[in-house]
């Protein structure tokens, strides 16, 4: 059995992984001031981005889901290893050779069943690129010609050929040392009568990467007459592989996607060879299923999508009824997006990779250009179902078409297309056709639940969070006079949970300088539940001010969060002073009064100090 990694071995795998750099292996990410960055979160389903990286300090906080961490939790949660198999993913990753206590040195395939079926897909697929070159492969050749790709095309996207043998790769992989059970779980084989046979054969395979490039599964197209089978196969649902959450291309193409802030959704895997070669090299395609809502989810990240309007989204489909169809699926998931959406229909039905065949890589590149918005090619292939001959026609037509103009959310663009409608059918008669929308639209919000406002912030509570956020990410700032304040200063309780937190770090005087080092200390006495999660936060939640004014916002936050036990406890004192009769309990009402005055003047010398800062 192996040993535990080396604590100095987990300390040098953070060290050398950056944290920006693999998170944005996942998701894009933005500069958003003070030294943070900002993406859309991959643990949830969220319209604007509230997921925060703070590379100063190696950490990650989603402000939407509360998810934090550092770079190794982030590993973990994303690719749901173990605290080992993360680490040794990125020791993988920076080229470090972990040491194991209890028996030294231990390869990474002997941990974790993730990280064993990553490389047996690694190993099959250098198996398939390998016998794509031999004699038995003359067929997955010629296909690849026929459609105008070369040699050095199949390499770029790993294309191989499974040989048209029972066992050809489970002998080879057993060989290389995997078990019967690894290759059926991961779907490279699958059961036979006398044990597992190959689960692809006689047939041209293209490996499926994920976002970091690992091989998670393979699309399979029959090259056989005598292949009774599908025309494509693909490798089944696995601990890697789930095909609703898997976009083929998506490892070449992400970062184009986030660079042009556009994706190209194509149909086949020889549709996103085709448009990477003709200069499109943000094309990706499902796998073996329709394009959906998880797709969606993938893309958003690499686009940073949000309420701008800047990217879009650009579906291709083959111009039959069919492609038709597929684009009218497509349009219900559209607002799902908040960058723009656009169909890409070529009128001969080619599909990009026989375009490019017959005209040559600028019609790829001009198909792509001719692109219609999502929410026109909806409403025009609804109404072009309909006689608009005839009243009769234009009004069905009509009513067809209303739930999409109505279901469109900006009330511009859904103003804008009612008169693209109007003129479209021949009406000519533009309150008519609005009031028919409106009607439609009045009824769909009836049927909808009014999201609830948000609580609105107590500025106090928004004082306390930012002279927290200095103690954590700038300590030095604050020194003797943050570390003398009553635990009774702070009125909220995770407040509260992370001044004690700080409290038994030593407080503030033991900070340094803070860094990296500063947040490790507190993260070892985060013992209470939530405050790992309360510690992350506050590591990577941007303070609200610029880098050359901190001296001075830290003074003034110190001297506003030293104020507040003051004055709630003269409003305290007032309502007390309030209630009594100043004649009958003339005794208690001085007594008061006195202390009043005290903390009037103490909160009068305080407000002096903020002041003069």
């Given at each position: ?100 206590e ?34 038995d ?46 290759l ?31 091989v ?11 292949d ?26 992400k ?41 969606i ?51 001969d039905g ?80 533009e ?58 200063a702070f ?7 992370l ?42 939640e ?68 903020l002041?003069?800062?």
């Open positions: 059995m192996a040993g535990r990694i080396r604590d100095v071995d987990i300390a040098l795998v953070r060290e050398r992984s950056p944290i920006a750099d693999v998170i944005g292996e996942h998701i894009q990410l933005r500069n958003a001031g003070g030294g943070n960055l900002k993406g859309l979160c991959p643990f949830h389903d969220e319209k604007s981005p509230s997921f925060n990286v703070t590379p100063e300090r190696g950490m990650f906080y989603c402000f939407g889901c509360t998810e934090g961490g550092d770079v190794i939790t982030f590993v973990e949660k994303v690719e749901h290893l173990s605290f080992g198999e993360a680490v040794e993913r990125l020791a993988q990753r920076a080229g470090i050779q972990l040491q194991y209890q028996g030294g040195y231990v390869p990474r395939r002997d941990h974790g069943e993730r990280a064993r079926l990553v490389e047996a897909h690694r190993a099959a697929a250098e198996f398939y690129a390998d016998k794509l070159l031999g004699p492969a003359a067929a997955g050749r010629r296909f690849l010609s026929e459609r105008g790709f070369e040699r050095a095309d199949a390499e770029t996207f790993g294309v191989g050929y499974a040989p048209a043998e029972w066992e050809s790769l489970v002998r080879h992989l057993l060989g290389r040392g995997f078990s019967a059970d690894e059926v779980k991961g779907g490279l084989a699958k059961e036979g009568r006398r044990g597992p046979i190959d689960r692809f054969r006689g047939r041209l395979i293209w490996p499926i990467r994920d976002a970091t490039g690992d998670i599964g393979f699309g399979a197209r029959k090259l056989l007459d005598s009774d089978g599908p025309k494509y196969l693909n490798t089944p649902d696995s601990p890697l592989y789930k095909k609703s959450q898997v976009l083929y291309g998506i490892d070449l193409a970062r184009e996607i986030s660079k042009r802030s556009q994706a190209v959704i194509v149909e086949g895997y020889t549709d996103v060879m085709a448009c990477h070669l003709a200069g499109v090299p943000t094309a990706v395609a499902t796998c073996g299923t329709s394009f959906g809502e998880e797709h989810k993938i893309l958003r990240r690499f686009l940073l999508d949000q309420a701008e309007f800047r990217g879009e989204v650009i579906f291709t489909f083959d111009g039959d009824a069919a492609g038709q169809k597929a684009a009218l699926r497509a349009f219900a998931d559209e607002q799902k997006f908040v960058t723009q959406t656009y169909v890409a229909v070529q009128a080619l599909d990009p990779c026989d375009l490019r065949v017959k005209q040559g890589d600028a019609a790829v590149r001009d198909l792509i250009a001719s692109r219609e918005p999502l929410f026109q090619f909806a409403i025009r292939s609804t109404i072009s179902r309909y006689d608009l001959r005839s009243n009769e026609g234009k009004i069905a037509a009509l009513d067809a078409a209303a739930p999409i103009v109505a279901g469109i959310k900006d009330v511009g663009l859904r103003k804008r297309y009612a008169i693209d409608l109007d003129r479209w059918l021949g009406f000519m008669d309150r008519f056709v609005m009031q028919r929308i409106s009607e439609v639209s009045g009824a769909q919000q009836g049927r909808g639940r009014r999201a609830p406002r948000a609580a609105p912030v107590d500025p106090s509570t928004r004082v306390e969070g930012e002279l927290l956020k200095l103690a954590v990410q700038r300590p030095a700032l604050l020194g003797p006079r943050f570390d003398a304040l009553d635990a009774q009125t909220t309780p995770d407040h509260a949970t001044h004690k937190v700080i409290a038994a770090a030593g407080g503030v005087a033991a900070a340094g300088h803070g860094g990296r080092e500063w947040v490790d200390r507190l993260l070892e006495h985060a013992h209470e539940e939530g405050a790992r999660a309360l510690v992350t936060r506050f590591a990577v941007a303070i609200q001010t610029d880098a050359h004014t901190e001296e001075r916002y830290a003074r003034d936050i110190m001297a506003a969060v030293e104020a507040m036990p003051v004055d709630r406890a003269i409003a305290q004192v007032k309502s007390r002073i309030q209630r009594l009769n100043p004649v009958e309990e003339q005794q208690e009402y001085n007594k008061l009064f006195g202390e009043l005055v005290a903390l009037e003047q103490q909160r009068r010398v305080l407000r002096d100090r002041a003069g800062n």
